[in-house]
Nanobody
């Protein structure tokens, strides 16, 4: 079982930056491909980015390419999402999970609100 706790969200102006963190419990963190997902009001949850177990390979949805960077520190059981040049449409609750996501690993998420 893995427990995931997201943090780092907040209110930021368009064009600003935030760094999200996801702390994982358990000793098997490094064995999982990890992902970030988000859910905007009234919309379904969507994939944002994923990172391989070693951190060498990453993949992003088109709308965040060049602006977001996913990384991980297996020694700290933590995955990060650096978000730059934030846009209004990035407003959402952000979640981390394994990739593919497991329904029983969803945490509370962290709210990101981008204002104009």
């Amino acid at each position: 079982q893995v427990q995931l706790v997201e943090s780092g969200g907040g209110l930021v102006q368009a064009g600003g930056s935030l760094r999200l963190s996801c702390a994982a419990s358990g000793r098997t963190f490094s064995s999982y491909t990890m992902g970030w997902f988000r859910q905007a009001p009234g919309k379904e949850r969507e994939f944002v980015a994923r990172i391989s177990r070693s951190g060498e390979s990453t993949y992003y949805r088109d709308s965040v390419k060049g602006r977001f960077t996913i990384s991980r520190d297996n020694a700290k059981n933590t995955v990060y999402l650096q978000m730059n040049s934030l846009k209004l449409e990035d407003t959402a609750v952000y979640y981390c999970n394994t990739y593919p996501a497991r329904y029983d690993y969803w945490g509370q998420g962290t709210q990101v609100t981008v204002s104009s």
